[in-house]
């Protein structure tokens, strides 16, 4: 649960008082899993503030572990750092075929019309939760348009 990631930050002056300010989550969603081994999930994160965020972790009721992903080809990595960085007034688009989070180890299988719970960790907004509602195991937003289909969606 304690990733330890070595943050260039702005000198650990976290003495300001804007926790929770500027990051909004929007449009998240989870595909119906083919199987009950894992889940994707897509989601976009806005920054409002003015400062630099970073997706540290994040966590959630169906799943024991949640991991972010990039993907490059047909493959999928681990999202370092850079990948995560939410840049002040900018977004974190997570959708098909780039990123996305990925719920290992699932308690149960989600399935079309429940909603999933999760929270985001940010390295300086306070802990954001999202309900995330589970669609057919083929929708696509409409704003994507990546037609490459990778592994696990
Ligand atoms: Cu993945």
Redesign the pocket.
């Known amino acids: 649960m304690t990733a330890v990631l070595a943050l260039a930050g702005c000198g650990g002056d976290d003495s300001g008082g804007s926790q929770g300010a500027g990051v909004k989550v929007e449009s998240a969603y989870m595909p119906q899993p083919v199987t009950a081994a894992?889940a994707?999930g897509f989601l976009v994160i806005e920054n409002d503030g003015d400062t630099p965020d970073t997706l540290r972790s994040v966590t959630s009721d169906i799943a024991q572990d949640v991991?972010i992903?990039t993907?490059s080809g047909q493959t999928?990595e681990s999202a370092d750092g850079d990948d995560r960085a939410i840049p002040a007034h900018g977004r974190l688009v997570l959708k098909s075929g780039g990123m996305?989070?990925?719920f290992e180890k699932l308690k149960r299988k989600p399935k079309e019309g429940e909603t999933v719970s999760l929270e985001l960790h940010f390295t300086k907004t306070g802990p954001v939760k999202v309900e995330m509602p589970v669609k057919s195991a083929t929708y696509r937003t409409a704003s994507s348009s990546s037609s490459s289909s990778?592994?696990?969606q």
């Open positions: 894992m994707a991991t992903h993907t999928m996305h989070l990925m990778s592994s696990h």
